[in-house]
């Protein structure tokens, strides 16, 4: 897949991201992707599963969340971009309470690409981080990922 492709699709994804439109976030992925959230240790497969992620694990924690992407890079068939990703924590958050700060951390995300949509994103961030400066408790959250990981 080419540079100039890679980056619309993914501009299509950012965009329905920034709307909350989660069926418009799956129509970018393939049939099995996946969203590997590497600061929790859990990764969903499958469109059911990643659609569940987006809701419990990130809009409905993070009404607002935003990622503001300052760089990218294409390899073959892959990107990765880098930015500052921020929130409130207005919802809960894998079972844990909200804690009501907001949060402004760097992240990295890495999307490979098949058949002309994305396989899924590997997502990197500093979790003590967002939760210190969103008023979660990090070894809580930390504990409840563990156990949706187990299951």
């Known amino acids: 897949m080419d540079t100039t492709e890679m980056r619309r699709l993914f501009e299509a994804h950012r965009t329905a991201e920034a709307a ?22 859990l990764r969903s497969s499958g469109k059911d599963a ?26 073959d068939d892959v990107l990765t971009v880098w930015g500052t990703l921020r929130g409130t924590s207005e919802g809960e958050w894998l079972g844990i309470p909200p804690g009501g700060g907001t949060f402004e951390v760097p992240f990295a995300n890495v999307v490979p690409f098949r058949d002309g949509r994305m396989a899924g994103e590997t997502i990197y961030f500093d979790l003590a981080t967002l939760c210190a400066q969103a008023a979660i408790p990090l070894e809580a959250v930390r504990e409840a990922a563990a156990a949706r990981g187990a299951r």
């Open 50 to 75: 990643v659609r569940a992620a987006y809701r419990g694990q990130y809009f409905t924690a993070f009404p607002d969340l935003s990622p503001e992407d300052e760089g990218i890079a294409f390899g």
């Open 20 to 41: 909350r439109d989660i069926d418009g976030i799956l129509e970018t992925f393939v049939e099995d992707c996946f969203l590997d959230t590497k600061a929790l240790g």
